[in-house]
Every structure is written in C-alpha cells, then in structure tokens.
C-alpha cells in the first residue's frame, strides 16, 4: 500500500510546487522506491482545457486523453511516468461528480454537503491506484489560506486520519524574502503559512523553504523551533540555473532523506543519480549554441510554451549543444515582410494554438523556412500552416486556409484545405463532433498510431514506420489534397492507420522541413529526449557551423 506525500504551499504562488514535487519524485525513484503524482486543483473549472494560455499556460495533454495541468509535464519529465486522467483534478470536477450522483439520487435523498460528499469525492480520488506504487504525491494548488482551497485541505486532513499512523506525511513550501535595506532574510510569513495551516488541523513534516540568499543555521533553527518541525526537516531551496539541477540540488539538502526519516524508513536504500548526473553534464558541458526561433502567438508568457521549450532543451542535450529560445511575435509580420525577423535563426518552429490571430505570419514563417533551407517544424497548427503555404505559393491554391477561420468571422473567405474533423477511430469505435459542440474535451485527445512511409525522413529520425503520440486539435488536413500537394513537393509521410488522417508532412529537397499534427513535445524527458527534437537541434547545428 502506498505512502502518501502531500505537497502544499503557502505565502505567494508560483514559488515551485510542482517542481519540487517532481524533483523528489525523482529522488524517490533513485532510491528504487516507485513512484505516482498528482495535482488536485481549487479552480473551478472541469479541467484546464477551456482556459486561455494567458490564464493558466499550457494545457499537458495524457496518453488517455486527458487535458491536464502543466505541472503534470513536470512530473513525466522528472519520473518518466505517464501520467493519467487520474492523476488530476479540479474542483469543477468534484462538483460536477457529486451534483451527478445527487441528480441520479445516489446519495437516497440526503442533503449534499461539502463535508462530507465533497470531501468524500475527493478522498475516493487520492485513493485511485494506491496498490500500485510505493509512494504517492498529490500537490494542492493554489497557497494555504485560499477560500477555494479549503475543501482540499479539509480532504487531506481526514484522509491521513483514515489511514494507519505514518502513512501520511505533509510537506509546505514557503518563502523567506530578502529584505535588501535591512539585509535580512525573514522568517515571519513562513511563520504564519505554517500556522494558517495548522488552524485547518495540518501540521507539515518537512518545509521546503525557497530564498534567494543562503538560510544561515540560526534561521533554520528558528524556522524549526516556531513551526514546531526538527531542524534537518528545513529544507533551503535555491535558485538554480536549470531545473533539471533541482534533484540534484534537494538531495544535497536532504530533501529525500528528511521524507524518509518522516516515514521512517531505515536503513534508507542507497540513491544512484547518475541519470541526473548525466542531465547536469549535458546541461553545463556543451559544445556550441544554436538560435531557435518559436513563431507563435502566446509569446508573451513563456508557459504557454512550457513543454516545447524544454523539449528544445533536451533536444540540445541529445547534441551538447545550448539551444537560445527566442520567443517571436508571429502578429508581428502578419501584414510585413518576414525576413528582418527571422533572418539569423539556425532553425524555427512554429507551434500549435486556436484562432485566426497571429496565422498569416506563421504562414510566412513556414515560407522564409522553406525558401530559405532553414530547419523547420511545425506542430499542430504550425503544421497546417506549413500545408496553407505550400498550398497557396507551390500548388497555385492562392485562397487555401482553415475552415476554421471562416468558424471564427462567421463567413466563408478560404478555400478549406484544413477543414474541421467530424469524425475519427478512437480505439475501436467512431468518434463524432459537430462545430457547434461544446468546446471542453471534444477535441481528438490523447495518443494515435501513425503510419509512416519507408524511406521518409520521419521513419529515419524515428527508426521505425509505426509510432503513438499524443493529440490535440479539432481541425485536420483536407486528405483529397494530398496528389495535388505531393506532386509540388509536400510529401505525406504520416498517416492514421486508415489512411483518412495526414500526420506528417514534409518537403522534398530541404535540409529538415517536417510538420507534424500531433505534439511530440510532450513526450520529451531531459534523460530521452524525443527523436523530433534531438534530430531538428542536430540540423540547426549543422546549419550554424556552416554560418
């Protein structure tokens, strides 16, 4: 039966909950122990899926289709554990579970309450798939205090007194700011975020403390003595140069023996940590750079972009090479020449995204690509662009674009090379959808089999002709303009199994020139990089030395 590790937070947001709890997920794994995360969210909202990358970043989408936080990119990265539409929650969904079983009288006529059929629910959704792993990590969103939070906490209380003693530790990351005048780390608001909850009836085993100075012992001792935990179950946290030091860094803390101390488990198996070893020496030894330019249209919150950035990471890791992430507005060249913009990258890519905003420039983008023989990929939407330019410059289609657009201005401008999927095999059964569907989880979610063609240069980078990655999108290319395509030079060199669906693509006589409509990125770890990535990287490299 699992141990289970609740992660909370408190003081402000964002301080690293997810990475924290990544990083000693990974630790744990060092250890031989195994290892499950997940993330259990205030918001209202049934999942992140219908939420602006502005709002909440990028949604990471399950091998099952589920459309999740981001911090669950953090956990498969960190663990190489796939996640699962079990492994994340909102309170949209909670709710809407309990008024469910309210509405089909599974609860024989009493009155619904937050405690106990709130928390009840929520409960029943931190035990999924306790006999299956050694450890389970649920992180809390949002910081200790929070209204919306309140069920959770409430939830994590009773079920640490429903199981047997020390099944069940809590750990609170909390931040000790810097005051510059008085040159002073304070102690105080972790003071305070340890007793707000130790009100609701938690008291945390270990404290992750985040600080941008050194925590002096005296300070430690103080935190230990006022939240009433033992001094090594302090743990600092730094700043680090990469997040892929963060296991490493803890370790040297003792962040995974203070857990193990708390379930006390001893003698403690030994950690080997030579992945991360390896990780960190690809990280700081590496030989050469290269500049990549992401033409998108959420440029200005890099979260939007969370995992592509860092499967550009391990992409340069795969090489030793440093890859520059250079974030383009792609509105930017909607109406202008795209040249003075683009015109000193190794390589660009043109991720996925919604809307007709921002398209005409990736549009360009995919041209200045080709023209140029400069490395491309596009995903999702950046490989329909790739299809609209080809389409309009190559095969003479000069009014080619989405069907989507037209949706959106509500008029038909475009000859619809890309249209809007109707209906697909999920499995063993069709899927169907309307355009005037609802728009949370109605997409084509989750991983597909693809066919590639022999002899593509997708079979070379992946060494094999069948593949399975994850999908999000509800718009595909039109396949009756394949023949017309291929015979200007845009080869179809991926397709669903039936041969309905294009899944790949890429120009003939170009250096590395591939889109793709599912989102390889997610799949991406710092110790296995994809193949997309390693091999896009390989060729922005080849093109730099010839600079």
């Not at 609860?107 to 999924?128: A, C, M, R, W």
């Not at 080619?400 to 475009?414: I, L, P, V």
Request: net charge negative; glycine share 8%; aromatic share 8%.
């Amino acid at each position: 039966m699992a141990r289970f590790i609740f992660i909370t937070g408190g003081v402000v947001s964002s301080l690293g909950k997810g990475l924290a709890s990544a990083a000693l997920g990974a630790l744990l794994q060092a250890r031989g122990f195994t290892v499950r995360l997940r993330k259990l969210d205030p918001y209202l909202n049934v999942d992140p899926g219908t939420m602006s990358p502005f709002e909440h970043g990028e949604v990471f989408v399950t091998d099952d289709g589920a459309e999740t936080d981001l911090d669950l990119g953090h956990y498969e990265r960190f663990t190489g554990v796939s996640a699962r539409k079990t492994d994340s929650i909102s309170s949209g969904r909670i709710y809407q579970n309990v008024l469910d079983k309210e509405r089909r009288g599974d609860y024989l006529g009493k009155t619904i309450q937050v405690i106990p059929h709130v928390t009840n629910e929520i409960k029943d959704f931190i035990s999924i798939g306790e006999d299956e792993v050694d450890f389970m990590l649920c992180e809390i969103g949002g910081t200790v205090g929070d209204i919306e939070g309140l069920p959770f906490f409430e939830a994590i209380r009773q079920f640490s007194q429903d199981k047997p003693r020390g099944q069940c530790i809590f750990m609170h990351l909390t931040l000790l700011p810097w005051l510059a005048a008085s040159g002073e780390l304070k102690t105080k608001p972790t003071q305070h975020s340890v007793k707000e909850l130790r009100s609701i009836g938690l008291q945390p085993d270990i404290l992750v403390c985040r600080s941008e100075q050194p925590i002096p012992e005296k300070e430690r001792a103080k935190i230990a003595l006022f939240c009433n935990v033992r001094p090594d179950a302090v743990i600092p946290a730094y700043d680090l140069k990469s997040i892929y030091e963060a296991p490493l860094a803890y370790h040297e803390q003792g962040l995974d023996q203070a857990v193990l101390d708390a379930f006390q488990i001893s003698p403690a198996p030994r950690p080997d940590l030579s992945r991360w070893q390896d990780v960190s020496d690809r990280i700081h030894n590496t030989d050469g750079e290269v500049n990549v330019a992401v033409v998108g249209k959420y440029t200005q919150l890099e979260d939007a972009y969370k995992s592509i950035k860092e499967a550009l990471v391990h992409g340069g890791m795969a090489n030793r090479i440093r890859v520059n992430v250079e974030w383009v507005d792609a509105e930017v060249f909607d109406s202008t020449d795209a040249a003075p913009y683009l015109e000193g990258y190794h390589a660009i890519l043109v991720p996925g995204g919604f809307g007709e905003r921002g398209t005409e420039g990736k549009i360009k983008a995919a041209q200045f690509a080709r023209e140029r023989k400069i490395p491309y990929l596009g995903i999702c939407l950046g490989m329909q662009m790739a299809v609209i330019e080809a389409a309009r410059n190559l095969a003479g289609l000069t009014t080619a674009g989405s069907e989507e657009f037209d949706h959106e201005k509500g008029e038909k401008r475009f000859e619809p090379v890309v249209y809007h999927l109707k209906e697909w095999v999920q499995g063993n059964h069709a899927v169907q959808r309307k355009v005037d569907d609802d728009k949370g989880g109605t997409m084509r979610l989750g991983a597909y089999t693809a066919s590639l063609t022999e002899g593509s240069k997708v079979a070379q980078v992946y060494h094999a002709t069948t593949i399975e990655e994850r999908h999000r999108h509800r718009y595909e290319v039109d396949v009756k303009y394949r023949k017309k395509l291929e015979d200007c030079g845009l080869r179809f060199s991926g397709m669903s199994p039936d041969g309905r669906l294009p899944e790949i693509v890429e120009v003939k006589d170009h250096p590395w020139f591939i889109g793709v409509q599912f989102h390889p990125e997610l799949k991406s770890k710092p110790f296995d990089p994809h193949p997309l990535f390693a091999d896009f990287v390989r060729a922005a490299r080849d093109v730099s030395r010839l600079v």
